[in-house]
């Protein structure tokens, strides 16, 4: 096993470039921890009348806007920061990131803009809740706990922390997050910080201090699951789980040093998912991200990638990297989590523009089958009217879009993958000449059969196989009645467009090409296209 991982390793620190790797798969979770502590990620004007309310709202909209169209699919807002939140509460008081002022509320509910805007964008958000740490000893969530008197505080130099230890932790915890979930159409609560202190001189046996950690866990998880049992649970443990038998952890990780259990909760069905703080690279990252992997039980693994080393402020690290990290991850169907948002989004060493191209398709977080065997109606009514694909809306229900100039489409193929989970009933297209499919969603992203329908112009057979004798593809005359200087581009089976032409006869020279199979487009002035047929080169 140990020479099987450092010939892995060997491989993505030698052997990757910058090409980027198929997605193979349509699931992937691809996600962005988006700070709102000190308005690092968000926000970065203050909330106070109605003009900055506006302000901060459209910042977030611009964030998110840039997460979208980068192939992101998941964000983790910082909802809980240090005993202060982001929400009206019950229990805590408002952060001073919105308003400017501690206690003070920013005029709007920025949880519930942040939710509505991700799902908007087919985005899932979940509410990050930072647990153990409540900020300075003189800070105004320290104060309020003390007031409360719900559970033990330990100062630890400036900084205060509810005790593990203290029964009440648990059940004060359980309370926050059932708040949330009961009030907020979240996907998934995000536990932060769910350990011991590093800085916490741990008198008992590290067992049963890890016992005191789980019990934590098990309280939310019956708080969060018993209100909506759809709900992901998900944590950020240690990157490395535990030393492994050649690869050792250098006292830093989650087993040991902090008493998480992360792996086991997997197992024992208490975490839907994990966020490991991979901030790593080389034999410090490859090997442990293995182990995740091999240790998830059936349920999600999302690697979290420090991208903020990158800075020249920070280590300053190269963005290849990140990239062969990503490269790994995805071959092993292990997602990735950038730290932090404003890092990505200002293109630290062109990381944005790199991931951008590596999502060339949408992809699907994993579905949560363990939680759910049901699988929802296939959608209604699928039609074609003019370019909008059109379907009967369920209550409750997401839909997916795939598209293919070939039948039947394969829904499991990630490139086929057009739009995922669509909260309308509806999807403008662009080109009328392919295949459609619909599949419904439900909370547990559990997808129905697929709805399908087959609109082919009748100007033309799609998948027609057009003649070929190595040097040239003949084209039906029909093409060349109406426009006797008709462009076409030539593609891979994929749509990468490998050439265009402008021909006067109804033959395309082909000659360049290598042996092979191709697709064969129309291209009109205003970028519209459509598919003639194939052709196969067999010299």
């Known amino acids: 096993m140990n020479r099987i991982i450092a010939i892995i390793i060997t491989l993505f620190l030698l052997c990757f470039d910058s090409t980027i790797v198929a997605q193979k798969s349509k699931y992937e979770v691809r996600a962005v921890w988006l700070t709102t502590i000190g308005g690092l990620d968000w926000p970065h004007r203050y909330a106070r009348s109605s003009t900055s309310i506006e302000a901060q709202k459209q910042e977030l909209i611009q964030i998110l806007d840039k997460l979208q169209e980068a192939g992101i699919n998941t964000v983790l807002l910082q909802t809980r920061i240090r005993g202060t939140v982001i929400y009206p509460s019950r229990y805590e008081p408002w952060d001073g990131c919105m308003s400017g002022i501690p206690g003070r509320s920013p005029g709007y509910d920025p949880l519930q803009f942040a939710i509505s805007e991700c799902h908007k964008r087919g985005m899932e958000l979940q509410a990050w809740v930072v647990t153990i740490p409540i900020g300075k000893w003189n800070g105004l969530g320290i104060k309020n706990l003390k007031n409360q008197r719900v559970t033990t505080l330990k100062k630890i130099g400036a900084d205060g922390y509810m005790s593990p230890e203290d029964a009440r932790t648990g059940e004060y915890l359980s309370r926050i997050c059932s708040e949330i979930v009961e009030n907020y159409d979240v996907d998934g609560i995000h536990l932060d910080y769910i350990r011991y202190p590093e800085t916490w001189n741990i008198k008992i046996p590290k067992d049963r201090a890890r016992q005191y950690i789980t019990d934590i866990v098990s309280r939310i998880h019956d708080a969060v699951k018993s209100r909506k049992p759809w709900v992901k649970l998900s944590c950020s443990p240690v990157g490395k789980a535990d030393d492994l038998t050649r690869y050792y952890s250098y006292d830093w990780n989650a087993y040991n040093k902090v008493c998480q259990n992360a792996q086991g909760w997997l197992r024992d069905g208490l975490m839907d998912e994990l966020f490991p703080m991979m901030y790593f690279r080389g034999n410090q990252f490859y090997p442990f991200a293995i182990d995740w992997s091999e240790q998830a039980s059936g349920r999600i693994i999302v690697s979290g990638l420090g991208i903020y080393f990158m800075s020249p402020a920070e280590k300053n690290w ?99 993958l057009l739009a995922a989970k669509i909260a309308t009933d509806y999807l403008e297209i662009e080109d009328t000449n392919m295949y459609y499919a619909v599949t419904a969603m439900d909370r547990y992203g559990i997808e129905s059969r697929p709805s399908t329908i087959r609109q082919v112009s009748p100007k033309q057979d799609i998948n027609v196989s057009l003649p070929c004798d190595g040097r040239k593809v003949t084209i039906p005359a029909l093409y060349l009645q109406d426009s006797p200087n008709l462009t076409v581009a030539i593609t891979s089976l994929t749509g990468v467009i490998l050439s265009t032409a402008t021909v006067r006869t109804n033959n395309v020279d082909v000659h360049q090409l290598a042996n092979g199979s191709y697709i064969l487009r129309t291209l009109s002035a205003n970028g519209q296209s459509h598919r003639i047929g194939y052709f196969t080169i067999n010299r």
Not at 363 to 389: C, G
Request: glycine letters at 2%; aromatic letters at 16%.
């Open 318 to 416: 190269d963005s290849s990297v990140i990239e062969r990290e990503m490269h790994m991850l995805r071959s092993y169907k292990l997602g990735y989590a950038f730290f932090r948002s404003k890092f990505f989004t200002d293109n630290l060493k062109d990381i944005y523009d790199f991931t951008a191209k590596f999502n060339r398709h949408p992809a699907l977080v994993p579905p949560m089958t363990w939680a759910s065997k049901q699988t929802p109606p296939a959608p209604q009514n699928l039609r074609l009217e003019k370019q909008i694909l059109k379907w009967e809306k369920a209550d409750d229900t997401y839909y997916n879009i795939y598209s293919s100039s070939t039948w039947p489409i394969d829904i499991q193929n990630g490139d086929n």
